[in-house]
């Protein structure tokens, strides 16, 4: 499923209107038309009492390989298709996904009996531009639906104009009731339900006059809102919250996915999400070369050549599935190789072997009687790392096919060099992690470290990702598709941004955004079991980038499943995940 930008979707609107030649017209009545299936449905299921929206959370089962309404690319373009899944580790809250799967076409007036119908009263809140012109169609099928609906204009209809104006004059002339801010009175008390059209993508900045009185309304009203498009005052590309914002119950994405409804805080407001087609074709997308996807089994199959079922030749063995050589573990963080190399091999890679200090080899023996012991440091170094393991590491890495530095490994005198000898002396795949990456992020001058011939996968989370970049975990979280696109592509490594909604970016400028998982895994060690799987994924022969999204989306569907045996998200560790794999 594709995710774009403001300007993006902007491009793939005058596109379809200009070269493909579909009215601009069609496109906006279309969009009215599903706005207000969507109302219809959230006015169903809640009379029905149905659990509709619990169950929404979930989508489609962890082996569907594609959305059931036939989207051949993943695009939920043909009916109420919407992505699936949870927030991941580290999110306060899951993502709103979509049912799991598209029902058949039916006729509007036909989603909600009559009599139900008559008992509704939706209040349409218009902008003058097109938003207010999706909203301005939407009440006119709300109203064939037997639904009562008043369009509340930000400002005098008479300011509208092309096919927002169409639309304004064509609810007039069905006598659809007319109300305008600051010349009507308006009781929120009377409506049972809103729409938000107030403010599209096209927007910028926090809401002002009456735009922003109206969003303040809405919100204290206490009724379920449905967005169009997204909820006015969030903004579209990156998912901050202007003041005020909606916050919406369902937001109805018209065409494709935006940026902003699948990050945080943006993603809290948006509430359950829906992407519905109004006609723009998804090849547009790989015409103009949008690469951003929310991460999905059928993206990861088709897109990435990565199969979330993981098929297994039957005449393979241990050898067929490659040797991880985890790189961490120190004595006061010994755990964190443990747990990195037990999640490779659950990741399904032949062997690990673990190197680490000398010193805790005889303690840790047997601590996981599948993965194979090597000092890396001499007895001396008293559990910890030195300067000199490097070249010992190197040697140990002649055997093996992936390096996994990081977990556990600590900060020691000299430690930048080190890891720019591994950095540089191994030709192999690479994972790093944890303190190597804070290693990574001292370097006085990383643009001159030579550029790694094999698969590169950095994995920070947002404190982290501020100190490679030297810039504050805020600025980090207000854009994390551009910042993890923008480093991935600099230095030719994949990034994998950790956090709510992880990020990974590729080197070739495509981003995939991930959705599963849950937020008991804000826990210790989870990261180390991440490091772990991908380093597994890369062993088994998967790009740099296959591994870091396969493996981000089966370390969040396994935090998923750690939860449900436990019985609660916040009773979940680490060691959970990986038994869940």
């Known amino acids: 499923m594709y995710v774009v930008t403001s300007e993006q979707m902007r491009l793939l609107d005058r596109h379809t209107i200009e070269k493909i030649g579909i009215p601009a017209a069609a496109l906006m009545e279309n969009a009215g038309r599903v706005i207000a299936e969507e109302v219809l449905k959230l006015c169903l299921h809640k009379r029905a009492g149905s659990g509709w929206m619990a169950e929404a959370w979930h989508g489609p089962a962890a082996n569907d390989a594609a959305p059931q309404c036939g989207a051949a690319d993943g695009a939920a373009r043909r009916g109420a298709c919407t992505p699936a899944g949870a927030s991941e580790a580290g999110a306060s809250a899951p993502l709103r996904g979509l049912g799991p799967a598209c029902p058949p076409p039916v006729a509007v007036d036909e989603l909600l009996p009559a009599e139900a119908a008559g008992q509704e009263h939706w209040l349409i809140l218009a902008g003058k531009g097109n938003n207010g012109g999706d909203g301005a169609a939407a009440a006119r099928y709300l109203r064939d639906a037997g639904m009562r609906v008043t369009l509340l204009y930000a400002a005098e209809p008479s300011t509208l104009a092309g096919e927002a104006a169409l639309q304004r004059d064509a609810a007039a002339a069905l006598g659809i009731q007319v109300l305008v801010h600051g010349r009507d009175a308006v009781d929120f008390r009377a409506f049972t339900?809103?729409?938000?059209?107030?403010?599209?993508?096209?927007?910028?900045?926090?809401?002002?006059?009456?735009?922003?009185?109206?969003?303040?309304a809405a919100n204290a009203s206490g009724l379920p809102i449905v967005a169009a498009d997204i909820p006015s005052g969030l903004d579209a590309d990156t998912g901050a919250l202007h003041e005020p914002c909606i916050s919406a119950e369902v937001t109805v994405c018209l065409a494709f996915l935006k940026r902003g409804l699948v990050q945080y805080p943006g993603a809290g407001a948006a509430g359950r999400v829906v992407v519905r087609s109004i006609g723009i074709?998804?090849?547009?997308?790989?015409?103009?070369?949008?690469?951003?996807?929310?991460?999905?089994?059928?993206?990861?199959?088709?897109?990435?050549?990565?199969?979330?079922?993981?098929?297994?030749?039957?005449?393979?063995?241990?050898?067929?599935y490659g040797h991880v050589l985890t790189v961490g573990g120190s004595r006061t963080m010994s755990g964190a190789g443990l747990l990195a190399s037990r999640a490779a091999l659950r990741a399904g890679c032949g062997l690990v072997t673990w190197a680490l200090p000398a010193s805790l080899v005889l303690p840790l023996s047997g601590a996981a009687p599948e993965v194979m012991l090597a000092p890396a440091t001499g007895e001396e170094s008293g559990g910890y790392w030195d300067e000199a393991s490097a070249e010992r590491v190197l040697e140990l890495a002649k055997t093996r096919d992936v390096l996994a530095v990081g977990p556990g490994l600590g900060r020691f005198e000299g430690d930048t060099g080190w890891l720019r000898k591994l950095w540089e002396g191994w030709d192999g795949p690479m994972v790093v992690d944890a303190d190597a990456l804070n290693m990574l992020s001292s370097a006085d001058v990383v643009d001159a470290w030579k550029v790694r011939p094999a698969a590169t996968v950095l994995t920070p989370h947002p404190g982290e990702m501020s100190r490679l970049l030297g810039i504050s975990t805020a600025e980090v979280q207000r854009d994390r598709i551009g910042v993890a696109t923008e480093y991935a592509d600099r230095y030719g490594v994949t990034l994998v941004l950790k956090g709510a909604r992880t990020i990974v970016a590729s080197p070739d400028g495509s981003a995939y955004i991930n959705t599963t998982g849950t937020s008991g895994m804000a826990t210790g060690g989870t990261g180390d079991v991440l490091t772990g799987i991908i380093a597994g994924l890369l062993a088994q022969g998967y790009s740099g980038p296959g591994a870091a999204a396969l493996g981000v989306w089966l370390h969040g569907r396994a935090g998923e499943e750690a939860a449900r045996r436990r019985g609660h998200p916040a009773s979940i560790l680490a060691g959970d995940v990986i038994d869940a794999l």
Not at 196 to 211: I, K, Q
Not at 299 to 318: C, F, I
């Open 193 to 216: 339900g809103i729409v938000d059209a107030l403010l599209g993508t096209g927007s910028a900045g926090a809401p002002r006059g009456a735009y922003a009185e109206l969003i303040q």
């Open 281 to 320: 074709p998804a090849s547009l997308c790989r015409d103009l070369g949008i690469g951003t996807y929310l991460l999905t089994p059928h993206v990861l199959r088709t897109v990435l050549d990565a199969d979330v079922a993981r098929p297994r030749s039957p005449e393979g063995h241990k050898g067929t």
